[in-house]
């Protein structure tokens, strides 16, 4: 059975949780604290960074490396697209989310929010939650107007460009940085994927002292 390190806020790991239930990887759950830097873990990941997955003497690291592995060794549920140019676009989205989201919206909530204020009990900056709110707001702009050309983040058909939008704006979702009034498309798309079994685990879950706003798992938010 694989084994996965993963931060339940972490939205890497979330996303790699989410393309592992999508294409039936069964694994169980080590919740690991990566500001913590325990030994035992950066001896597993030298980056010292969630997701890691191991089974027996493999050792997977790095979000966008393991999802490739899988798309390499299980022909099942293909997630990229099924053409070269498909996957391009697939693999533009998940480095726009995974850059682009992540830094200007998923890390500054992530280190006011969850770690200066749950973990340091301290003062979140107000100016930087703002200003990671406006970029929020650019994000969703830009997910309407992608899903008034198409049926789903990437394209035609549900892959990984879902599975990494999903990741990181639920973990923007669950520290109150998104507002969706006004973003139609980005919320019809977001409440069906809240609708699936292989997503509403993560939804689920809650970090202790730092509960979600109301909407974060209701359907018609
Ligand atoms: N490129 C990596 C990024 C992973 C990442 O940044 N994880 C964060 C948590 S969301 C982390 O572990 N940060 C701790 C650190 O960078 O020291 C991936 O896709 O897996």
Redesign the pocket.
Known sequence: MWRLYH?M?????R??RFALAVKGVTHELVQ?R??E?RPEFTALNP?????VLCRDDLVL??????TEHFEEVLDRTPLLGATPEARAETRRLVAWF?QKF?AEV??PL?AERMYKRAVLKGVPDGGIIRQAGRMADMHLDYIDFLLEGRAWIGGGQFGLADIAAAAHLS?ADYLSGLEWDGHDPAKTWYSAIKSRPTFRPLLAERLEGLPPPAHYDKLDF
């Open positions: 931060f806020l972490c939205p890497f790991s996303k790699l690991e990566p500001w830097k980056a010292g960074q969630t997701p690291c790095d979000s966008a490396a393991i995974d992540y998923g890390a992530l973990v």
